[in-house]
């Protein structure tokens, strides 16, 4: 059956699968009980198709063709908190390699998360699912990639390279012996030899490991970061892109320019002999920044490497052929790519170009272009959502869509256009078909600066009302929320909260504050943001100026979530202005700039003015304020944090309570930042809703 449109497609699956909820009461639980599904990964062989599940904390490995009914490669019935990651499959698509557990990380998390508090031992490992659903625990590690005979696997442990035959039950043994850590394995197409990026701190290695004689070679070694080795199809020649260091980690998050730009070089894979081929322009650009795809250097079947670039303030794709002066842009227009997949000559990506619609820049849609073209097409459109492609070896395009009513979930489209979903439907209780579709609205801040966000509005809402309003900051900065679900799981989770508030009666804004995404370089990279000013408070500014212009807000009713750095932001809205934010629940934000940059070590330079940065960081914290907070505030975090330190929660409740405010908490045990419990985040949440509506709709 050919569908007209995505539109279409997606208004069906809601009201064939959601009708019989709509416009009922639903609960935290119903609006958290859709699997959540992402990492689609096409196999080498078979146009199979693998992605992962979450299905309330069961957590599962999927797999289908278009010819083979979706199916579970994995049986695990609990919510136990062990996630899967890191899907690959064999290369005669037999089996699935995945990564099971979450951690160790470094020497602050040296064990496993275990917030399931599971009574054994609890270790991050690899793991082999067949076809058939026969599943192998392989052997503690992370990272695994297949041979490419499919008779090995190798993978990560404790920064070492390990190797395990597929088929025997022999003991897995360390294959090399290097300084560093070890990470991006790469086998060369032609099975000889392994390569690698050996990161030695402050400059990486690419390091080549042939197996038929166990020798290493270092490629090109230099005092650069090197990183993302690509091989040719040949397997004589690895491309690699080297960036110079930058003195302190933090300085990446700001800076639009560097002085040494980023580079794209060829080495020969058996002397190790290399050059540089192409430099990116001083200025703009100069900068590296990844696009989401496996590998950063895609090597094409007619020679060109495809790569991304900030040329112009947009990251955009750009193919080179060695032996070329100039790199060709192949994607040109003010908006960002994301999700590159390439097969043969072809790319596919998502993005967020406008072509008809406007409100596009903020949802995301793919297009597919060639290596020598410069024009792309359009392979979704509408007010769906696509994101995660992935292309099967016949030309067949499978992607993540999902709407405002509804998750993201697999679908195929064919050569010629033909559209079929690969996952079952949502389950029964699911409300998608009591959400509400939020419409896009901008606003300046407080410096002119132009925001976009989304505006949620209740049903049935009546002209004259005045509606309790809740304000959402998403976390990262390096997020955009959208104009439906997000394809990541956290903010997919924090969508759903945000339309369970407005079922309870809530006006929703959820702000995309400069150093998102989205909006190109210069938006990102704002100056003096975060640690360096908080210059996006003036963004919340502008937020709280627009609701007030707003007849159907309740000003004196307005309360702001967030997690993460939306947890920062809400405690920053909390501390510098309780005349306008009533409550705020701030699940794991940072408090105090200045603590975590202990953490991250940043006086390891002698010419760094440590004192001076600190001041900084403080000033832009929500300690620094903290004698102005007078709202009430819901403190959410799990002891077992590896993103933010959970002395942040521990400070900033004291300081709270000693000066008298009310504070709840809600605090999970050896639960980790992104909670990896679905019993967590609906408990959260639900404390969440409890307490906004004792806090802003009770007095």
């Known amino acids: 059956m050919r569908f007209p449109s995505f539109a279409f497609l997606i208004a069906c699956t809601a009201i064939a699968q959601l009708l019989s909820v709509a416009q009922k009461p639903f609960t935290i639980a119903d609006a958290l009980s859709a699997p959540f599904m992402n990492q689609l990964t096409a196999a080498p ?55 099971h557990g979450t951690g160790p990380e470094g020497t602050e998390h040296p064990v496993a998360a275990n917030p399931a508090q599971l009574q054994q031992n609890i270790q991050q490992r690899v793991e082999i699912a067949t076809w058939n659903g026969d599943v192998h625990i392989l052997d503690t ?33 360390q294959l090399v012996i290097a300084e560093g850590n070890a990470t991006q394995l790469t086998p060369s197409p032609d099975g000889t ?5 050996s990161q030695r701190g402050d400059h990486n290695f690419i390091g080549v490991f042939t197996l038929t004689n166990n020798t290493l070679t270092y490629i090109d070694p230099g005092t650069g970061l090197d990183h993302d080795p690509a091989w040719s199809a040949d397997s004589k020649q690895i491309a690699f892109i080297r960036e110079s260091p930058i003195p302190h980690p933090l300085d990446l998050r700001w800076m639009r320019s560097v002085p040494v730009p980023w580079s794209i070089r060829l080495a020969d894979a058996s002397t190790g002999k290399g050059q540089q081929i192409w430099q990116a322009d001083k200025g703009t650009g100069s900068l590296f920044h990844e696009m989401a795809a496996k590998n950063q250097l895609l090597w094409m079947n007619d020679g060109r490497i495809v790569f991304a670039w900030e040329k112009t303030g947009w990251l955009h794709l750009y193919s080179l052929k060695p032996g070329d002066t100039q790199a060709k842009l192949l994607t040109p227009g003010n908006f960002e790519v994301d999700n590159v997949v390439a097969n043969g000559n072809r790319i596919v990506y998502s993005s967020n170009q406008t072509t008809t619609d406007p409100n596009d820049i903020d949802r995301r849609h793919l297009w597919s272009v060639l290596s020598t073209d410069t024009n792309p097409s359009q392979q979704t459109s509408g007010t769906s959502l696509e994101s995660n492609p992935a292309l099967l070896t016949n030309g067949t395009l499978a992607y993540m869509q999902g709407s405002a009513l509804t998750p993201l979930q697999p679908y195929l489209q064919t050569p010629n256009a033909h559209i079929t979903p690969l996952a079952e439907a949502n389950p029964q209780r699911f409300p998608g078909a009591s959400f509400v579709t939020p419409t896009m609205v901008t606003f300046p801040a407080a ?7 989304q505006w949620f509005l209740p049903k049935n809402t009546k002209p004259n009302e005045k509606l309790p309003t809740i304000v959402f ?55 003096h943001y975060g640690i360096f000013g908080g210059t996006e408070y003036m963004d919340t500014e502008g937020a709280v100026h627009w609701l007030k212009s707003q007849p159907i807000v309740n000003t004196k009713r307005i309360g702001a979530w967030g997690g993460s750095y939306g947890g920062y932001m809400t405690a920053l809205a909390l501390a510098r202005d309780s005349a306008d934010f009533a409550a705020g629940v701030d699940l794991h934000g940072v408090h105090d700039w200045s603590y975590e940059m202990d953490a991250w070590k940043l006086t390891s330079d002698p010419h760094y003015d440590a004192a001076a940065a600190a001041k900084i960081a403080f000033a832009a914290s929500p300690l620094a304020d903290v004698d102005q907070w007078k709202s009430p505030v819901l403190l959410i975090q799990g002891d077992d944090d590896r993103n933010v330190l959970f002395g942040q929660t521990v400070r900033l409740a004291a300081e709270l309570k000693a000066r008298n405010i009310d504070v709840e908490e809600l605090i999970f045990p050896d639960e980790v930042h992104d909670f990896l419990l679905h019993k967590s985040w609906i408990a959260a949440y639900e404390a969440a809703a409890n307490f906004f509506d004792r806090k802003l709709k009770s007095k």
């Open 141 to 173: 590690g992370h990272s695994a990639v297949f041979s490419t005979d499919g008779k090995r696997l190798f993978y990560l442990r404790e920064g070492k390279i390990y190797a395990a035959n597929t088929d025997t039950n022999d003991k897995p043994t």
């Open 45 to 99: 062989a078979k146009n199979r198709i693998a992605w992962f599940v979450d299905d309330e904390g069961k957590r599962n490995v999927w797999a289908a063709s278009p010819t083979e009914k979706a199916h579970s490669l994995t049986h695990y019935t609990h919510d136990d908190g062990q996630d899967i990651d890191e899907i690959t499959w064999s290369p005669d698509a037999t089996r699935v390699a995945y990564t």
């Open 473 to 527: 900051f998403h976390g990262g900065s390096r997020r955009q929320m959208l104009l439906g679900y997000n394809p990541m799981q956290y903010y997919a989770q924090a969508y759903a909260l945000n339309q369970y508030l407005v079922s309870r009666g809530y006006a929703v804004l959820s702000v995309n504050y400069r150093s998102g995404t989205g909006y190109g370089m210069e938006f990102r990279q704002a100056p």
């Open 447 to 453: 410096d002119g600066l132009q925001i976009h966000g």
């Open 193 to 197: 030899r392994l390569a690698f990026v």
